[in-house]
């Protein structure tokens, strides 16, 4: 029935022992060393991602420090330059006021004088107006 050969079942056990070995040394052994430089080059970037994470983070707490100072400098500007432009309003408040008062003591100098001119037109010619009065109030 089956016939097995020693030799020939001993010849196959040495070539498939001497495949696993030469398989061994050509394929698995450079694939394991393969897969040991991917795994440490894998981590490698990992640590590279991290540090640059850590970097980013820094520079994005610079940024925004940066951010608020300029933001702190830009209101102590405004606040100065609001200041600074009430006092000038201020000023011209106060110089346009002195006018306005200067001119209205002048209009009411000038009003007095003119009352007092109207006062001595009135008295000079009040004996005129009398007799026109008079002459009017017979008519009705």
Same mark, same amino acid.
């Given at each position: 029935?089956l +016939?097995?050969s020693? &030799?020939?079942? &001993?010849?196959?056990?040495v070539?498939?022992l001497?495949?696993i070995?030469v398989? !061994? =040394? #050509?394929?698995?052994?450079p694939?394991?060393?393969f897969?040991k430089?991917r +795994?440490?080059?894998i981590?490698e970037?990992m640590?590279?991602?991290?540090?640059?994470d850590n970097?980013i983070?820094?520079l %994005? *707490? %610079?940024?925004n420090? !940066?951010?608020?100072? $300029?933001?702190a400098? $830009? !209101?102590e500007?405004?606040?100065?330059?609001?200041s600074?432009?009430k *006092? @000038? #309003?201020a000023?011209v408040?106060?110089a346009?006021?002195? %006018?306005?008062d =200067?001119e209205? @003591?002048?209009f009411?100098?000038?009003l007095?004088?003119? /009352?007092?001119?109207? /006062?001595?037109d009135l008295? $000079? !010619? #009040? &004996?005129q107006?009398?007799?026109?009065?008079e002459a009017?109030l017979?008519n #009705?």
């Amino acid at each position: 029935m089956l +016939d097995i050969s020693v &030799g020939i079942l &001993g010849f196959m056990v040495v070539l498939f022992l001497a495949l696993i070995y030469v398989l !061994n =040394k #050509i394929m698995y052994v450079p694939l394991m060393e393969f897969m040991k430089k991917r +795994d440490k080059s894998i981590a490698e970037d990992m640590a590279s991602v991290n540090s640059n994470d850590n970097e980013i983070h820094q520079l %994005e *707490e %610079e940024a925004n420090k !940066n951010i608020s100072e $300029a933001k702190a400098k $830009a !209101n102590e500007i405004k606040t100065s330059l609001v200041s600074k432009a009430k *006092e @000038e #309003i201020a000023q011209v408040y106060e110089a346009k006021k002195a %006018e306005l008062d =200067k001119e209205m @003591e002048s209009f009411l100098s000038e009003l007095a004088s003119k /009352r007092e001119e109207l /006062r001595k037109d009135l008295s $000079a !010619n #009040i &004996g005129q107006y009398k007799s026109s009065l008079e002459a009017k109030l017979k008519n #009705i």
